[in-house]
């Protein structure tokens, strides 16, 4: 059963836009309630984990540094993607609900794919901030400053933004005359501009470019950024300072693990093997929604500033309510 559908005419041009979109994720997982129990855990978590990472940050003026400015960009992404993905995927899902409007779809679209890209440039800035300080530490605070930081994460909104704002635009040009059910758990481009019925080469470029730009350069400069800080770090004759100066970078290359690993895995097992559609699935939710989750649990377990920062803020909370309550 297909939703209906409504002609539209533009240009004399007439073509099909539909009123709805049948998602069709997970479809026969036997105990499938228990995933959407576990999704709706790692969501409540990721709120109460970047939440707390935020609140320290913003209260704590010794974190107001450009470093923690990424941080906080980090943590409030991955704290509004989880929001876009999760909640609607539990509504889709768990409630039954897997007509979704047109429109509805192409905003579900867009802010999950803008928040993730997001997500992986600020990885980048993050690599750039531990570039910088392993291989120019004497000019380190000249050259990452509070404005330039800024500067470069406003950048990253805004090019990210405009990218991805065209590659889902472009999908209103599109004409739904047959199937509507997109073969994934949310409204993504790949699975939505494929059902379409005229020319889709515009969408396929515009897919390609979306993707070497969120998902291939940023790991790429990740990883010439490192090659960078190794060499760097070779020619520190002192064991213990090199030990020293990698340690700074253990967090930033955890998060970079998590994020990247599981989507090339993915990406590289549905092309290498015939995975099934169901277990691609599961990856990508997962892929989607556990860095968001991990990210502050790494943040706060492996950086000792922030670990102080917490528990300077935990004394002052608790002497102010001895002093409240003593008057």
């Known amino acids: ?41 790692v969501y409540i978590m990721t709120v109460v984990g970047n939440v707390l990472l935020l609140s320290v940050i913003f209260l704590v003026k010794t974190l107001h540094t450009p470093k923690y400015m990424i941080v906080f960009n980090l943590a409030l992404t991955d704290l509004c993607g989880s929001t876009a993905l999760i909640p609607k995927v539990l509504d889709t899902f768990l409630f039954d609900n897997r007509y979704i409007v047109y429109e509805a779809c192409l905003s579900y679209m867009f802010f999950v794919w803008f928040f993730a890209s997001v997500q992986s440039w600020t990885l980048v800035t993050m690599a750039y901030d531990r570039f910088i300080a392993i291989c120019f530490p004497l000019r ?11 500067a470069m994460l406003l950048l990253v909104w805004v090019v990210l933004l405009s990218i991805i704002s065209l590659t889902v635009g472009l999908l209103d040009r599109l004409s739904f005359c047959g199937s509507l059910v997109i073969q994934s758990f949310f409204c993504d481009h790949g699975p939505t501009f494929r059902l379409a019925c005229n020319d889709t080469f515009l969408n396929d470029k515009m897919a390609m470019v979306a993707m070497i730009v969120v998902m291939c350069f940023p790991p790429i400069l990740i990883a010439l950024s490192y090659v960078c800080i190794a060499i760097a770090l070779s020619r520190i004759a002192s064991h213990k300072e090199r030990v020293k100066a990698l340690k700074t970078c253990t967090s930033h290359l955890i998060l970079v693990a998590i994020f990247y690993l599981p989507l090339l895995g993915t990406n590289i097992a549905a092309l290498t093997s015939s995975l099934h559609p169901n277990a691609r699935m599961i990856n990508s939710t997962l892929t989607h929604t556990i860095p968001a989750l991990l990210n502050p649990i790494i943040y706060s ?27």
């Open 301 to 327: 377990l492996k950086t000792e500033e922030v670990l102080n920062s917490m528990n300077k803020l935990y004394k002052n909370n608790r002497m102010s309510k001895i002093a409240s309550s003593i008057s």
């Open 140 to 150: 380190y605070h000249s050259i990452v400053t509070k404005p330039a930081i800024a």
């Open 1 to 41: 059963m297909a939703p209906d559908k409504k002609a539209a005419t533009i240009s004399n041009v007439t073509f099909v836009r539909p009123a709805k979109f049948y998602l069709s994720g997970f479809s026969n997982i036997p105990h499938v309630t228990y995933f959407y129990i576990f999704l709706c855990f």
